[in-house]
Antibody
Framework: EVHLAEAGGGLVQPGGSLRLSCAASGFTFSNYDMHWVRQVTGKGLEWVSAISTTGDTYYPDSVKGRFTVSRENAKSSLYLQMNSLRAGDTAVYFC???????????WGQGILVTVSS | ENVLTQSPGTLSLSPGDNATLSCRASQSVISSYLAWYQQSPGQAPRLLIFGTSNRATGIPDRFSGSGSGTDFTLTISRLEPEDFAVYYCQQYLTSPITFGLGTRLEIK
């Protein structure tokens, strides 16, 4: 059974940094592109980053230059390094598996990141 | 970016009714790479429909998708209590991947 489990969320001050991790199981992690998607409480979904099987990375303009996605296939793990955090980055962050071309077939339960002083 | 507009924002219906949810894109969705997700309270989204009209694994045939170009529809027949949730459309393949703001399906 496919399982994705996020960790590393919490409260951080504006301008601070946080590193999220996602532990994957139940599938061959190295064979899939992986993404991060976030959701402001009670609001819609926003794509945050993507990493291909070959390590190519992609970001929307809203986080480009501040967030860095990486993966460690030997540990079936996905990471999101978030720097220069802003109040607008406060959200639940989901780790998601890309079935192909950005279609998300499995989601983690999400982890809350709160940016506040 | 391709902006997706969902309507209505909230839909109030009763179990047994049929629901029609709309998703309109600001640009044509390439090759119908349009998906629908269901999100129940406190849960992660779940893939329902991909490629405009293909049901994901385990999704009952009460759920159907249609459309092309910029106009897409999710139809839910014979609403069950567990169907009352928020539904999001998504266009994929084209970067940045974008979602609509959702339609909340609530019990009347």
């Amino acid at each position: 059974e496919v399982h994705l489990a996020e960790a590393g969320g919490g409260l951080v001050q504006p301008g601070g940094s946080l590193r999220l991790s996602c532990a994957a199981s139940g599938f061959t992690f190295s064979n899939y592109d992986m993404h991060w998607v976030r959701q402001v409480t009670g609001k819609g979904l926003e794509w945050v980053s993507a990493i291909s099987t070959t390590g190519d990375t992609y970001y929307p303009d809203s986080v480009k230059g501040r967030f860095t996605v990486s993966r460690e296939n030997a540990k079936s793990s996905l990471y999101l390094q978030m720097n220069s955090l802003r109040a607008g980055d406060t959200a639940v962050y989901f780790c998601v598996r890309d079935r192909g071309r950005g279609l998300y077939d499995y989601w983690g339960q999400g982890i809350l990141v709160t940016v506040s002083s | 970016e391709n902006v997706l507009t969902q309507s209505p924002g909230t839909l109030s219906l009763s179990p047994g009714d049929n629901a029609t949810l709309s998703c309109r894109a600001s640009q044509s969705v390439i090759s119908s790479y349009l998906a629908w997700y269901q999100q129940s309270p406190g849960q992660a989204p779940r893939l329902l429909i991909f490629g405009t009209s293909n049901r994901a694994t385990g999704i009952p045939d009460r759920f159907s998708g249609s459309g092309s170009g910029t106009d897409f529809t999710l139809t839910i027949s014979r609403l069950e209590p567990e169907d009352f949730a928020v539904y999001y459309c998504q266009q994929y393949l084209t970067s940045p991947i974008t979602f609509g703001l959702g339609t909340r399906l609530e019990i009347k």
